[in-house]
């Protein structure tokens, strides 16, 4: 049986975007870019702490009422 991983991407299709990305936005705007896109995870990985930490609030609320 063939599976099919639409992500699982070879060194050639890696080759390929990186020079795409290249073209569209040239060597100097990459490291804004880049940097603009790690800052979107780090708020992310905030906003999803925060959820988790409300969620244990909740059941530790939940647990002191019973």
């Known amino acids: 049986m063939i599976m099919f991983y639409p992500l699982a991407l070879g060194a050639w299709e890696i080759v390929a975007i990186v020079a795409v990305i290249l073209l569209l936005f040239g060597g ?3 490291p804004e870019l ?3 896109l790690g800052q979107g995870v780090k708020s992310f990985k905030q906003g999803m702490n925060e959820v988790e930490k409300e ?3 909740i059941d530790k609320d939940i647990e002191e009422k019973k």
């Open 28 to 30: 100097k705007k990459i």
């Open 34 to 36: 880049m940097k603009g």
């Open 55 to 57: 969620i244990k609030d």
